[in-house]
């Protein structure tokens, strides 16, 4: 199975602020990954999918990058809306596998 | 509007059993891969099963395997999820959601609500 390790676990920060997630596969995905947001109580939403392709509908603000086996999440200029958790998920194989999230907290 | 609905989740004892429903509307259901993807309280997401578009191919996980079953019915939109043996680590909020492609493996663009199943004496 492919293992994804998301860094930090927890991530404090301003609004306006420019913030990086990272995710690291344990293998090699290619290009194979997407990024959700998750707010509480709610069902993920698709922001990133192909790991760099943005998701119709999702701000700009927000880009991915990476290939192989580490890939980022940048949001350029945090907004209050953006505070929420943040998963990776890979669909090179199967089993689908996620990354254990980042929580991305108001400093 | 693509909109997912899950129902069938509740209170079951370990090692009993539920059935899960996901009632698909918005788009044409049987054109694409689905999916079940759990999150057991304060924790994060696990993907539970995939089927594909036709039914051709099926995924579970290895948590749920030889337990669960995944199904469909094109004509009633539907998708299912039949849970037997139940334990209380399967204790989580059950979502369906929509793969983006037809053949599966790939990222899931529509999820629904969810629904919570609670396994415990």
């Known amino acids: 199975d492919i293992q994804m390790t998301q860094s930090p676990s927890t991530l404090s920060a301003s609004v306006g602020d420019r913030v990086t997630i990272t995710c690291r596969a344990s293998q090699s995905i290619s290009s194979w990954l997407a990024w959700y947001q998750q707010k509480p109580g709610k069902a993920p939403k698709l922001l990133i999918y192909?790991?760099?392709s943005l998701e119709s509908g999702v701000p700009s603000r927000f880009s991915g990058s990476g290939s192989g086996t580490e890939f980022t999440l940048t949001i350029s200029s945090l907004q209050p809306d953006d505070f929420a958790t943040y998963y990776c998920?890979?669909?090179?194989?199967?089993?689908?596998?996620f990354g254990q999230g980042t929580r991305l907290e108001i400093k | 509007e693509v909109q997912l609905v899950e129902s069938g989740g509740g209170l079951v004892k370990p090692g009993g059993s539920l059935r899960l429903s996901c009632a698909a509307s918005?788009?044409?259901?049987?054109?694409?891969?689905m999916n079940w993807v759990r999150q057991a309280p304060g924790k994060g997401l696990e993907w539970v099963s995939s089927?594909?578009?036709?039914?051709?191919?099926?995924y579970y996980a290895d948590s749920v395997k030889g337990r669960f079953t995944i199904s469909r019915d094109n004509a009633k939109n539907s998708l299912y999820l039949q849970m037997n043996s139940l334990r209380a680590e399967d204790t989580a909020v059950y979502y369906c959601?929509?793969?983006?492609?037809?053949?599966?493996?790939?990222?899931?663009?529509?999820w629904g609500q969810g629904t919570l199943v609670t396994v415990s004496s």
């Open positions: 192909k790991a760099s």
């Open positions: 918005g788009f044409t259901f049987s054109s694409y891969s």
């Open positions: 959601a929509r793969d983006t492609s037809s053949s599966g493996g790939s990222c899931y663009d529509y």
């Open positions: 089927i594909s578009s036709s039914s051709s191919y099926i």
């Open positions: 998920q890979q669909y090179n194989s199967y089993p689908i596998t």
